[in-house]
């Protein structure tokens, strides 16, 4: 009997070892044909099984990067490629994700004449500015359209209104209720939702703003931020979502062109005086164990323990933490319960991640308590 138990246990601990070193080699050999889609790899993988395509696929789904993927295996001699089956939807999907983007750049246009025609200088912030610097202007997948448009809160918030323009409010954009031109699109009144820390975030917004006096009308015929305001945006931005929707790789993918494009045009200092300085190190860490970027092109010294936090988080969760193992499993659940179970997990990055997981705690309380009338009017206390 005790033997029999013993070989039970010892069972599972072999299985969940092999399962483990399983996902290691499907993880390894998607950043291998991620580096070889970004042209940092010359060498191809010596073979891919059928399942572990089946796997390499569903993590480029989750990671909402089939359409960069999909570079490298167009290269692929026909003996290593996916089987045929998968080989034809991914072909598919890679087509849909260009006609997206072709219909998001024409809607980019169309936003900055329309908005131009009321007066308002716009600019195209992150997804449909970053696809213009990759290698395939068309291979990224898109998301909706974050366009600037200057004149501070009030004025454009009246420029919606006069317009009829339906939008829900966040601290930063209105999120237009239809989708113009078949695209999703907030408008920003600011051009970042910035850090919950209200000091450094003062600081950020202030360069940012700065920024926003050097514009560049592309060839695609839309307004793009400097290089400067991306890479100080974008970083901000990476670490909001870490914080609370979590991470996916397209973003970080994002930031590594940004930093090929551009390189060290921000500095420590600058990086310390915004408040993002930890989360910095340990992106650098993840771009270095992804892409092998080297110490000079980082912007600062990388951090191991922070960046294989920030590195697991990523292939765990997915684009915007839709696949985070944790927020799937509270679906359905009692918001309440949903609420507390959440914030455990939020606190316990508070070691690596300091005073920020603090300042985005009381920034939702302060939200929760100033909609209670509101809340209690509709008869709900949710605490989501």
């Known amino acids: 009997m005790i033997n029999s138990i013993k070989y039970l246990f010892l069972q599972k601990i072999y299985n969940f070892k092999k ?3 399983e996902k290691q080699v499907v993880q390894n050999k998607f950043l ?7 042209g940092l790899e010359a060498q191809q993988p010596d073979t891919i099984s059928d399942r572990e395509w089946m796997e390499i696929h569903e993590v480029a789904r989750m990671q909402t990067l089939l359409g960069v993927l999909f570079l490298a295996i167009k290269t692929l001699p026909e003996n290593i490629r996916p089987p045929f089956k998968l080989l034809m939807q991914w072909t598919l999907e890679a087509e849909r994700i260009r006609a997206a983007n072709k219909i998001l750049n024409n809607a980019c246009v169309k936003l900055t004449e329309l ?3 009321e007066g308002h200088q716009t600019a195209i912030l992150k997804g449909q500015a970053n696809a213009l610097l990759y290698s395939d202007t068309m291979c990224r997948q898109p998301g909706d359209i974050d366009i600037w448009v200057d004149g501070g809160k009030d004025n454009v918030l009246a420029m919606l209104n006069n317009m009829k323009l339906g939008y829900s409010l966040a601290y930063h954009h209105a999120h237009l209720n239809e989708n113009l031109y078949d695209a999703p699109v907030e408008v920003h009144f600011r051009p970042s939702s910035g850090n919950y820390n209200p000091f450094t975030n003062n600081v950020l917004q202030k360069k940012l703003y700065q920024e926003l006096n050097d514009l560049e009308l592309t060839e695609s015929g839309f307004y793009v931020p400097s290089g400067r305001f ?3 945006m974008q970083l901000a931005h990476l670490r909001r979502h870490f914080l609370s929707e979590e991470l996916g790789m397209r973003h970080v993918v994002d930031y590594y062109i940004l930093l090929s494009k551009y390189g060290n045009i921000i500095s420590e200092s600058e990086i310390r005086e915004i408040g993002l300085y930890q989360f910095a190190r340990a992106l650098m860490w993840v771009l270095h164990e992804m892409f092998g970027i080297n110490k000079e092109q980082m912007l600062v010294d990388p951090d191991e ?3 294989r936090m920030l590195l697991d988080k990523l292939f765990l969760c997915g684009n915007f933490g839709r696949s985070n193992s944790i927020i799937v499993a509270l679906e359905g659940v009692n918001p309440y319960k949903r609420r507390l ?4 997990d939020k606190w316990k990055k508070l ?3 300091g005073n920020e997981i603090i300042w985005a705690d009381l920034v939702y309380w302060k939200s929760f308590f100033k909609m209670l009338p509101e809340r209690i009017r509709r008869g709900t206390i949710h605490v989501n």
């Open 19 to 21: 399962m483990a070193t």
């Open 32 to 38: 291998q044909l991620l580096r070889m889609a970004m």
């Open 115 to 117: 908005f131009g025609q």
């Open 230 to 232: 991306a890479m100080l």
């Open 305 to 307: 323990k922070r960046g």
């Open 341 to 344: 179970l959440l914030e455990i």
């Open 351 to 353: 070691p690596l991640w």
